[in-house]
């Protein structure tokens, strides 16, 4: 049994705040909420503990019931040190002695699956595991403002969390601490099994966006992050069957074999596009659509809007027209969706809109393209929030470069090997319908 302990107890004096960092809003969201999203998120985590001051309790059960948690099972009462907190998840799982114990910094929310997974599968081998990054700096130690020693860089890392442990480890850790009556000062659970046990602790690689938020200006790479933030989903079976499904674009491209995947996997699939005579420009023809499906079936359970349009030319070389076809299809369809998509869905159903690479930086010869793309992730991340408290989820695909008639007519004739199939794209979408994120950008890439 994984057990994620996520370490609340901290009061947020280095930061300078009333209220602890974890309580610090993120693009509309608790710190808190982004790392507890991610164990709740995890295949691999079976329960979660938050160690955190009496004082916040309430707060942390109104969290856990507005987002929902399954897997939050215990919050509990920490201490004035890291160490009691630790603690004290360590006394309260001490009656499971085959568990592991996964802590984490509450004010870490950028932890990836991916170090989840490592840290998790590590403890099959090791009875103790780190996570660290190596350090671009040079180190110096430093005596009275003067170096005393330089040491090798190659061999130095940073710490991060978590840190996994099994439970009888880190249990016979702590009681050699707090049985010595001249202990130091120890910064991280490691330290401590370092200095008490005859342990060897594995160390998984990290990454530089599991940043820990300590300082003010950690806050401004934070919402970066959150910004360009995506994920991969592990493969989900596809369950449609009797799904209520409207695809917005679904007469070409990606669109096309999202309807054709849909239909054979039992949904009931609603297509219309510019073809099919729906103009996603304008908002009666978006409404006719919904209410048509609404009134036929008398629910929608997912909405997907794949439509979107590319013209590949520089910006002086665009007419107005030119323009306003991109920002309306690519953008305007994807809000105006939304926004009347909300009188047809209900708790449990999921909004899908789609982006591109080019979300993250601007490129030369489609600006336009670009920053519409930009504005479907805010959007995505937006109305996530928005709707959070009705039950809708809402998330966009950002797929590598796929073989589509749109990227053919810009790209000409590429090799097939150095783009994704469409009907792969299609098939991963259609995934994502049956997960539980919201707010996310996924990506679909080559060789997943």
Request: with cysteine.
């Amino acid at each position: 049994m994984n057990i994620a302990v996520i370490l609340a107890g901290g009061v947020g004096s280095r930061f300078g705040a009333s209220l602890p960092k974890q309580f610090l809003r993120l693009a509309g969201k608790y710190i808190i909420e982004y790392t507890i999203d991610v164990f709740e998120q995890n295949d691999n985590i079976n329960e979660i503990c938050i160690v955190a001051n009496e004082e916040f309790f309430e707060k942390y059960k109104e969290i856990v019931e507005k987002n929902r948690y399954k897997k939050v099972k215990k919050i509990i009462s920490g201490g004035k040190t890291r160490q009691d907190s630790s603690y004290s998840a360590i006394k309260e799982y001490e009656d499971n002695p085959e568990c592991n114990l996964i802590f984490h910094d509450a004010v870490r929310p950028f932890v990836s699956h991916r170090i989840i997974n490592d840290t998790i599968k590590a403890l099959d081998k090791y009875n103790a595991v780190d996570v660290a990054i190596p350090t671009a700096d040079t180190i110096i130690e430093v005596e009275n403002d003067v170096i005393k020693s330089i040491p090798e860089r190659s061999k130095l890392k940073r710490g991060q969390t978590p840190q996994a442990f099994k439970l009888e480890t880190i249990k016979n850790a702590y009681e050699k601490f707090y049985a010595d009556k001249t202990a130091g000062t120890f910064t991280d659970d490691c330290g401590l099994v370092k200095y008490y046990l005859d342990e060897p602790i594995f160390v998984v690689n990290g990454e530089e966006t599991n940043i820990k938020i300590t300082y003010p200006a950690d806050l401004l790479f934070a919402e970066k992050i959150i910004q360009l933030k995506s994920v991969e989903i592990e493969n989900k079976d596809l369950n449609l069957k009797e799904k209520v499904l409207v695809v917005f674009g679904g007469s070409s491209g990606i669109g096309k074999e999202i309807v054709g995947l849909a239909e054979k996997s039992g949904a009931k699939v609603f297509s219309f596009s510019r073809r099919e005579g729906y103009d996603l420009r304008d908002k009666e023809s978006i409404k006719t659509a919904l209410n048509e499906v609404f009134e036929k079936e008398k629910k929608i359970d997912f909405i997907i809007n794949t439509a979107g349009v590319l013209i590949k030319k520089n910006l002086k070389d665009l007419n107005e027209d030119e323009i306003e076809e991109q920002i309306d299809i690519n953008l305007k369809s994807s809000i105006l969706t939304a926004k009347y998509a909300v009188n047809y869905l209900q708790e449990g159903s999921m909004i899908l809109f789609f982006t591109s690479s080019s979300y993250t930086r601007g490129r030369a010869g489609y600006s336009v393209y670009s920053a519409t793309k930009a504005g479907i992730v805010n959007l995505t991340q937006a109305l996530a929030e928005e709707f959070l408290n009705d039950g809708i989820r809402v998330n966009c695909i950002n797929p590598a470069r796929t073989l589509t008639p749109m990227r053919i007519k810009n790209f000409g004739k590429e090799p097939k090997d150095t783009l994704l199939d469409a009907k792969y794209v299609a098939l991963k979408s259609l995934e994502v319908l049956s997960s539980e994120i919201t707010g996310q950008v996924i990506d679909i890439k080559k060789g997943m």
